[in-house]
């Protein structure tokens, strides 16, 4: 979600919306679609995951966490990204929202191996993170190309309560990501609105500096830009070569 003063047309992105979100501003929203439930799916159906279930649990641990402890584990010298350098993921199981608005679009998985081990699920699930911090990015670039302009960005939402999802989007984005202090933002805001309904703050912008705090600040690894400058040129020849099967299938 991106404001802006005067009113923004990007393709395949929803708005511009006047006062939709901050009074005074105009709003663009980008989204993909069921990214919390693509995560689910994927490690969900792999073979390994009954036995990441009995792990996590004598660790008392979600099985997201157990996962990232894994991948730390598995990582060795290299920075947990670079185990991806060989399986690629494109996002949309459920058709794509922004920026292509293309509900056709499939999910598509290349690199995968014989092995259904519990190094192969964590390395998918890693994957699959990526591939929703790269779809970020596509939708920003779309976004600045019509004329935004984006240095930072603000996550909440429970995928945001994720380590591994916050830092992989700074390293693909090339972006600070904050954190806000109070976990569940969401309910700040709706907090904010009454606090401004109820005549305690004369304005939105004023109950939100004073009623929102920064909890975290998580900065890119800058000397990985490379690695994944390279993962998003392949993201993007996925959903190209996509679009090309589907051409030659449906020649007549």
Excluded at 63 to 92: C, M
Excluded at 128 to 137: C, K, N, S, Y
Excluded at 195 to 208: I, N, P
Excluded at 220 to 237: E, G, I, S
Aim: charged fraction near 20%; glycine fraction near 8%; hydrophobic fraction near 45%.
């Amino acid at each position: 979600m991106g404001i802006s003063k005067d009113p923004i047309f990007v393709p395949g992105v929803w708005g511009p919306y006047f006062s939709a979100m901050v009074p005074g501003f105009w709003l663009n929203e980008g989204g993909q679609s069921v990214t919390g439930k693509l995560i689910d799916h994927m490690v969900e159906g792999h073979a390994a995951f009954p036995e990441l279930q009995v792990k996590a649990t004598a660790r008392c641990q979600s099985v997201y966490a157990y996962l990232n402890s894994h991948l730390d584990l598995i990582k060795k010298a290299q920075p947990v990204g670079f185990l991806t350098v060989d399986l690629h993921v494109w996002p949309d199981f459920h058709g794509n929202r922004s920026p292509l608005a293309d509900l056709t679009l499939k999910g598509m998985v290349t690199g995968l191996k014989l092995s259904q081990d519990l190094d192969d699920l964590a390395i998918l699930y890693l994957a699959t993170v990526q591939a929703i911090a790269l779809g970020t990015r596509f939708i920003i670039e779309a976004m600045e190309a019509a004329g935004h302009s984006i240095s930072t960005l603000f996550l909440c939402g429970g995928l945001s309560k994720n380590p591994l999802f916050v830092q992989m989007h700074a390293d693909i984005t090339g972006m600070p990501v904050v954190l806000s202090q109070e976990v569940e933002s969401v309910l700040v805001g709706a907090a904010i609105l009454g606090a401004c309904a109820s005549g305690d703050f004369a304005s939105v912008q004023e109950a939100m500096a004073k009623m929102s705090k920064v909890g975290k600040v998580v900065f890119p690894r800058l000397q990985d830009k490379r690695y994944y400058d390279k993962k998003y040129q392949v993201f993007l020849k996925l959903v190209e070569h996509q679009k090309e099967y589907l051409a030659i299938m449906n020649d007549n």
